[in-house]
Every structure is written in structure tokens, then in C-alpha cells.
């Protein structure tokens, strides 16, 4: 039996900055994964992913799990967790001053 | 020090230039992301996590003042002001950006450094003792050596694309240091008749599947070392296996293919490399050994007083010199509660600037993440603790159980499963709470965020291992590891544990420890090898044999 589908974002990292980016709805890139699109369907989620594939602003595009919350979609797994918040162990990642802490 | 000359020069200049150019290649589109990867990687660009990552080598672990000021320069152009020096002695810098990093390459290029071969499949920098060329139990400085090893490493044709990447460190004293046998190729060298030559081990390595190198040669005299070391190289290139990532690393090929026979094919690849080699190599070796000449030492003195502080960070953080007028200083970059590793571009302008009036210039980088001034002359040691205190950097804590590696972990590596930093940060804030440290002695805590074991934890007296069960994290304690002449990896204790108890289940192995051993002359290691694993799993996991210990 495959897995059952569960949302996902679009994440990848700016090519020229190395900056974590998300996919709007609106096919931006943004900083802020509260603005990403939450994709809750597969076959969508293939084709953002090939929407995704440009290779002159970004590198490493991939699906990342996602959930809904109440300011927008947030991140599943601790990893992206990470990359949404910036290293724990300082406070000037990419996203320097929302991080939750070394204590996360 | 090696100093470039014009050959060195103008081949770093050249390689920064194809590396400027295939940056623009990739920026227009004329390269594609999978063809600009391993070109970025052969230079040392990684993307990680957050942002690229550059990781410059630093030879042998050995730096100038001025080279130091150069990576405080890149720490606060390019990045976010602090640089990470690695267990590997390279140090990395977070969050260059892409477009940037040729003008760093370009600037670490003015003093002689760079980032070649720092990863990918290849001969990587070749580590060595940070006490070289200072330590009093030396037998001879490994550098010039590791020097001629990097040399004939670099740009080796024949070694661009072995199986897997492949490590060399070499210390010239009986104490290791440098943990040669968990190395591809481990060097240490010995006398025979009065004259230094190298014991060779093979096949050692840490990550999934650590082992423990083995010895090849008992004695290989200099005049050998790059025709063997090449036999060696060339025989892996070979065997090793191309099939299966995990199994690609010489000490599964020295494991499957027997020690025995892979050692009768190396000698066979010696006799016929050896007659190729016709003294040019010992010729460089010579021109080398004259640039690592002794600098022109002052009296230094005698040891001097001082304020406890004072005393307690000369007892626990210098070691002898080969001089009695002088003193080795290992300056901690482990204050409680800091990142381990990590220091700010001022901390590293400051470093140079003791090197230049205390230490003739000289600096070393440890695979314990800390810096060491080699030659300090023991008059002065008040000025040099002044300064570091001053400049957050005098805490007396190497060598005892906050003086912890650990790998970047989750916290910057795209490869791990856990972080690693934050564990040593809360652990280092504990010990220092408990006051306890000094106390307990020598104690080597090693972790890593993953299975790679970037952070040595298998060779850690105590060894914490971070992975991902299930979208947790979770970490694994292995107990009785040695990274020295002793070598030995540790045991796991068992059942992992979370993120927020690995602290106080750490802080019970070092209380068990205290209960257990048989006076303060026995260190924790010691009392593990006595005692084994029992005593201490029952403390770990608070079961009744605990209570009746």
C-alpha cells in the first residue's frame, strides 16, 4: 500500500544567496513559509515541483511536509522546522528573531 | 612555515580563476546545477541547511597571524562575523553567498590558503598534531611531512576520483594526538637505529562503520613515504568498491580484502612505484624541513605566579614545550554555554595579535576545535590570560568534560539527523553549574548529529551520537572510546534518549564515575576499562544495580 498523500510545501534555496525559499501560490519565492503554498493534493504537488525547477534563481527544489496552522502552512518535521527558524544555537539565522530558542 | 612560491602561487590563481569563472557559467545558465556541483565542491562549496558553507583548509592544522586576520577578514565581509574551525582543522564559514565566495577564495589565495580538495572523493587536508613542532615528547616536526603529503596530494591526477574521500594525518610523537589510527591512513612516526621513520596503519575510520587502523608497516623509512603512501592509494583506487556508497572507504576494503593480502598488494604497487621516485621528492622534503625551522626563541623566563584564576587556566590549559621557557597554550573555544568551535572575526584578530607579540607569529588549529599558541615564553603567560580572559577566551576547562567536540549538526548540516551544538551548549552550562569539572579530569565528550561522526564520538570517552527516530530526536551514549595511541571504540549503553535527557543522563554517567572510581589518579577512562560498562549502564538507566554500587 503506498502512503497516503499528506501536504506539502515547495522549498529550495536561492541560488545566488543560498537563502531557504518557499513557493507561493503565486509562483514567488518567498522568505517567509507562512506565505508558501500548502499543497494538499499529489498531482498537484508534481507539477509545482516542476514549476519549481528554475534553475537560474534556485537550487535543490524539493517537497517538504507541511501542516496547516492559524498564520499559514508550518513545517512537520524538525528539519524544516530548522530551516524556517535559522541555526538554535544563535539568533541571526535568515530569520534572525523568530527562532524559537537552543531550547526548541 | 611553508611559504608559497611562485609555482604555488600562480597555480592557486589559476584554480581561483577556473573557480570565478565556472561560478559565472552557473549564474548564466551555461552550466547546469549537476554540472557545477562537484566543480563547487572540488573548491569547497557546499550548500548546507541555511545557506552555502565554504571550508577552508588550514594544512596541518598550522596558521600565521596574518593568515588568521585573513579569516577574521572573510568571517566579517562575508558572513555573519564568526568563522567554525571543524575536527578537521578546516574551519567553515556558514553563509557566504554564492556570488561572493570567489573574492574570498581570491583573498585567502594572498596568504597562502584555500579550500581545494576539502571535499569531494579525494586526499583531503592532511591533519596532523597541533602540538607539532612545540610538543617536548616530539620526536621530529610531522609537518614538513604532512607538507610534502599535501603537495603531492593536490591536483594528483590519478586520486580526483577515488571510491570515497580518504584522510591522512601524521604525528611525529609516541602520544597521539592527532588520532591517527582512525584515519584512512594513519602516520606516527618512530626511530630504528637512531633515525625517524613512520609506523603506517591503514583502514581506520570513524562514521557508520568505525574501525580501529591497523598497522601495515612497522617501519617505513622518510626516503618511502610518498612512493608507499601512493601504492597504498593506488591499491584502494582499485579495489575499493564503487557499488555501494557505504562500503567504498578503504577500511571495508582493507576488511574484505584482509589486511594480509591487501598488504602484499600494496608491497607489490611499492616495488614497482618505488624505482619512479628518484629523489626529487626527498629534495622538496629537504627545502620543506628548512621553512619549519625552530623561530629565533627568547629567554623566556621562569614560570611565573599569579592569582588563582591565573593558575588554574596555566595548569589545565598550557602543557610543556619542548623548552622549559616556554609553555604550549591551548586557548579554549569552549566557554561554557558557546558553540564549540566558533569564534568571532575580533576573537580571531585577537588571536593573531597574541601570536605576533607572544608566540612568534604562530597559531595552531586542533581537531578539538580549540587554537593553540605554540611557543609562549613563560614570562608571558600573565599577559596572554589577561588578554584572552578579557576577550571571552580564558576559560580553564581543555582537556575536562565541557571541553566538548561537536560536529554542526542539525543546526547547519544538511546531512544530519539531530543537532549537536545545542547539546554540548546545555551540557557545558550543566557542568558549569555543578562545578564539578575540575573535579572529575580528564574526560573527552565527543558528539556528533549523525552517523557520519564528524564529531568523533565513537573514539569519546563519553560519546553522544544524534538521530532522527520517527521525527524525534533522539541520542545514543557510547561509553569507553580513545581517539590516542590507545585507540578504542566505545561501547553503546543502550536505549536513546531525548532531546531535553541527554543532559542529566550524561551528568549520571560523570556522578557514577565519581562514585566509582578508585581515587582521583583514576581517570574515567581508566575506571571504565576497570569496571566495565555495568556499573555505569545501571547508573544511566537508574536501575537497582545503581543503588546497590
Known amino acids: ?104 | 612555515m611553508y611559504q608559497y612560491d611562485d609555482f604555488d602561487t600562480a597555480f592557486l590563481a589559476e584554480r581561483n580563476a577556473q573557480f570565478r569563472a565556472q561560478v559565472e557559467r552557473r549564474l548564466d545558465g551555461s552550466l547546469t546545477e549537476d554540472e557545477f556541483k562537484p566543480l563547487r565542491l572540488m573548491n569547497g562549496v557546499y550548500l548546507q541547511l541555511h545557506a552555502y558553507m565554504l571550508r577552508v583548509a588550514i594544512p596541518y592544522g598550522t596558521l600565521s597571524s596574518d593568515q588568521m586576520r585573513a579569516l577574521a577578514h572573510l568571517a566579517r565581509t562575508y558572513d555573519k562575523g564568526y568563522g567554525h574551525f571543524t575536527t578537521r582543522q578546516n574551519i567553515q564559514f556558514n553563509w557566504p553567498k554564492l556570488v561572493d565566495i570567489p573574492d574570498m577564495l581570491d583573498h585567502l589565495g594572498t596568504v597562502g590558503l584555500h579550500a581545494i580538495q576539502t571535499s569531494g572523493n579525494t586526499i583531503r587536508n592532511v591533519t596532523a598534531d597541533h602540538f607539532a613542532g612545540a610538543a617536548a615528547d616530539e620526536i621530529a616536526d610531522p609537518r614538513p611531512v604532512a607538507e610534502l603529503l599535501r603537495q603531492w596530494s593536490t591536483d594528483h591526477p590519478e586520486f580526483q576520483f577515488l571510491p570515497r574521500k580518504f584522510k591522512i594525518a601524521v604525528t611525529g610523537s609516541p602520544n597521539d594526538r592527532a588520532v591517527t589510527k582512525a584515519h584512512d591512513i594513519g602516520l606516527r612516526m618512530t626511530l630504528r637505529d637512531g633515525r625517524p621513520g613512520f609506523e603506517v596503519m591503514v583502514g581506520g575510520g570513524l562514521g557508520r562503520t568505525p574501525m580501529i587502523g591497523k598497522t601495515i608497516r612497522e617501519f617505513l623509512p622518510v626516503a618511502d613515504l610518498l612512493p608507499y603512501c601512493e601504492a597504498i592509494v593506488s591499491v584502494y583506487n582499485r579495489l575499493g568498491r564503487r557499488d555501494n556508497k557505504y562500503k567504498a572507504r578503504i577500511k571495508i576494503t582493507v576488511h574484505e580484502t584482509g589486511l594480509e593480502e591487501f598488504s602484499r598488494l600494496v608491497e607489490a604497487r611499492f616495488a614497482e612505484l618505488r624505482p619512479l621516485f628518484g629523489g626529487a621528492d626527498q629534495d622538496v622534503l629537504a627545502r620543506i624541513e628548512g621553512m619549519f625551522a625552530d623561530p629565533a626563541f627568547r629567554d623566556g623566563g621562569a614560570a611565573p605566579s599569579g592569582p588563582p584564576a591565573f593558575r588554574s587556566w596555566v595548569d589545565t590549559n598550557t602543557v610543556a614545550h619542548k623548552r622549559a621557557d616556554h609553555a604550549i597554550v591551548t586557548v579554549s573555544l569552549k566557554a561554557h554555554g558557546a558553540t564549540p568551535g566558533d569564534a568571532s572575526a575580533d576573537q580571531m584578530d585577537l588571536l593573531a595579535d597574541l601570536a605576533d607579540a607572544h608566540a612568534y607569529g604562530e597559531l595552531r588549529i586542533s581537531h578539538e576545535q580549540n587554537v593553540i599558541l605554540p611557543h609562549v615564553p613563560q614570562d608571558a603567560l600573565p599577559a596572554v590570560y589577561d588578554a584572552l580572559r578579557d576577550a571571552g577566551l580564558g576559560t580553564a576547562n581543555v582537556g575536562l568534560a565541557s571541553d566538548i567536540i561537536a560536529c554542526p549538526g542539525m543546526d547547519y548540516c544538511a546531512l544530519a539527523t539531530a543537532r549537536s551544538i545545542p547539546v554540548a551548549q546545555g551540557l557545558a552550562t550543566r557542568l558549569d553549574e555543578l562545578k564539578l569539572e575540575h573535579e572529575v579530569g580528564a574526560l573527552k565528550i565527543k558528539i556528533s548529529g549523525c552517523i557520519n561522526a564528524c564529531g568523533h564520538h565513537h573514539v569519546g570517552h563519553i560519546g553522544i551520537l544524534g538521530l532522527d527516530r520517527a521525527g524525534v530526536e533522539n541520542y545514543q551514549i557510547t561509553l569507553g572510546g580513545d581517539g590516542t595511541e590507545t585507540a578504542a571504540i566505545g561501547e553503546r549503553t543502550g536505549p536513546g534518549f531525548a532531546y531535553d535527557q541527554v543532559v542529566p543522563a550524561v551528568e549520571r554517567i560523570i556522578l557514577a564515575y565519581l562514585a566509582l572510581r578508585a581515587g582521583p589518579q583514576e581517570t574515567f577512562l581508566d575506571a571504565y576499562r576497570r569496571l566495565g560498562m555495568a556499573p555505569f549502564k545501571a547508573a544511566l538507566y537508574q536501575t537497582e544495580e545503581a543503588d546497590a554500587a
Do not use: S
Open chain 1, 1 to 104: 500500500m503506498p502512503r497516503p498523500f499528506t501536504p506539502k510545501v515547495v522549498t529550495a534555496n536561492l541560488l545566488r544567496e543560498g537563502d531557504v525559499v518557499w513557493l507561493t501560490a503565486d509562483d514567488r519565492w518567498t522568505l517567509d513559509m507562512a506565505e508558501a503554498e500548502l499543497i494538499e493534493d499529489e498531482a498537484h504537488a508534481a507539477v509545482r515541483l516542476l514549476d519549481a525547477h528554475q534553475p537560474l534563481v534556485v537550487v535543490g527544489e524539493y517537497l517538504a511536509d507541511a501542516t496547516r496552522g492559524p498564520g499559514g502552512p508550518e513545517p512537520t518535521h524538525f528539519r524544516e522546522r530548522f530551516r524556517t527558524t535559522g541555526p538554535t544555537n544563535r539568533d541571526h539565522g535568515k530569520h534572525a528573531g523568530q527562532r524559537p530558542g537552543p531550547e526548541a
